[in-house]
């Protein structure tokens, strides 16, 4: 416990007392004139997140958000950054969005309930076994024939985009600037902050690298090259719902390892 406390110690140190610079205090034409050059944004990443969420949630919802995160954007970035503001605001727009459908609570007890139980019997394939397991183990386990477990893992897909939200709530001390530093390699200059993630990103790294190939592929492909679930599903030579299923489960076993790096994940993983 005291090594977790130095961890959390040195990734939030000092971080939330710095103020972001306002550099945008632009004047109302030039705000509105980079809200319509980047309006395009919104759209592409409403519409990436749409296809991992059920029909009955509205998409406008999703670009009212995002809307309100470019602004902000707008508002917030400091050009003395190394990173392009096209960058910065992507990052602020899906966290927008992440956290409208946070306040939506929109994922039924139902599903939280099977991702819940899916998660338990990969954690116990994997532990007895001591390598990553395959569908065939984990559907053994779950007592369910092959075509029953990947409708499952179609059925939690959404639970996915709970895992990406969890790294930021759980670093609550880091301004969303902060927070983007860490996604582009741009520390700053406290030490603390620096050390503290170099770690998390050496963990994030690690975690990915322990992926199987297929799982680590599709990672690859969905967040550093930014590539759709169909444009991914046409390189592999698969079909779309099966590259959902690969990205469900390489979700689940990087929540599994960073619960070993946040252990408030073991309990918050299972709410609901």
């Known amino acids: 416990m005291a090594a977790t406390n130095h961890r959390a110690t040195s990734r939030t140190c000092s971080c ?20 319509l050059k980047h309006a395009h944004l919104i759209k592409q990443i409403a519409a990436r997140l749409a296809t991992r969420l059920p029909p009955t949630i509205n998409a406008e919802d999703l670009v009212s958000a995002g809307t309100i995160g470019l602004i902000e954007a707008i508002k917030r970035f400091d050009p003395s950054k190394k990173i392009q503001f096209k960058t910065y605001a992507r990052f602020r727009i899906r966290g927008a969005m992440l956290d409208q459908l946070r ?110 190939d297929k799982e680590r592929l599709v990672v690859t492909l969905y967040y550093y090259e930014e590539l759709t ?30 619960r070993r790096y946040f252990p408030e994940l073991a309990s918050t993983c299972s709410h609901g």
């Not at 939330?16 to 809200?35: F, Y």
């Not at 990947?150 to 059925?155: C, D, R």
């Not at 979700?251 to 599994?256: E, K, P, V």
């Open 16 to 35: 939330g007392n710095k103020a972001p610079k306002a550099t945008g205090q632009r004047e109302p034409v030039e705000r509105e004139a980079l809200v």
């Open 103 to 212: 306040l939506l609570d929109w994922v039924p007890r139902s599903v939280r309930k099977k991702e819940s139980l899916l998660k338990e019997a990969l954690d116990r394939v994997e532990s007895a076994k001591g390598w990553p397991a395959d569908d065939e183990e984990v559907s053994a386990e779950l007592g369910m024939d092959l075509e029953s477990y990947h409708l499952l893992l179609q059925e939690v897909r959404g639970m996915a985009l709970i895992g990406e939200y969890e790294l930021a709530r759980f670093l609550p001390e880091l301004s969303c600037d902060s927070v983007a530093d860490l996604c582009h390699g741009d520390e700053g200059e406290d030490p603390f902050q620096c050390a503290g993630f170099a770690e998390l990103r050496d963990f994030i790294a690690e975690a990915i690298a322990r992926l199987p």
């Open 229 to 258: 679930m169909r444009e991914i599903a046409e390189i592999m030579n698969y079909t779309e719902s099966r590259v959902s299923q690969l990205h469900t489960r390489a979700i689940l076993r990087m929540r599994r390892r960073l």
